[in-house]
Nanobody, 126 residues
Framework: AQLVESGGDSVQTGGSLRLSCAGS????????MAWFRQTPGKEREAVAS???????TYADSVKGRFLISKDNNKNTLYLQMNNLQPEDTAMYYC?????????????????????WGQGTQVTVSS
């Protein structure tokens, strides 16, 4: 079982991108899933999460600009990113919290997620 991200690219400030995370075998989208991002020298930070019932949570830095969604039939997680800013530049990772339907208060804790994709690079230039 694995997660594979795609959709990263280089865009200008104010642009949009849609990231995808396709899961194989294991029904990932049935459980809590999240997007994280990381820049060199910094800790991985949570961006957004979505639970079994499609309830979502967002980091303050992306509220109103990013939208997390999923397609259970395709076992795929998405992140629509609008009005991108240079500070959004990072490697973006999708993750799954195996066996847990709900993300809960620890949705932004890296250590609580079990499976990770390899990442997709997003670069925003000013």
């Amino acid at each position: 079982a694995q997660l594979v991200e795609s959709g990263g690219d280089s865009v200008q400030t104010g642009g949009s991108l849609r990231l995808s995370c396709a899961g194989s075998e294991y029904p990932y989208t049935t459980y809590c899933m999240a997007w994280f991002r990381q820049t060199p020298g910094k800790e991985r930070e949570a961006v957004a999460s979505i639970d079994r019932d499609a309830r979502t949570t967002y980091a303050d830095s992306v509220k109103g600009r990013f939208l997390i969604s999923k397609d259970n039939n395709k076992n795929t997680l998405y992140l629509q990113m609008n009005n991108l800013q240079p500070e959004d530049t990072a490697m973006y990772y999708c993750s799954s919290r195996g066996g847990r339907f709900w993300c809960g208060g620890g949705w932004d804790s890296v250590s609580l997620y079990d499976d990770w994709g390899q990442g997709t690079q997003v670069t925003v230039s000013s």
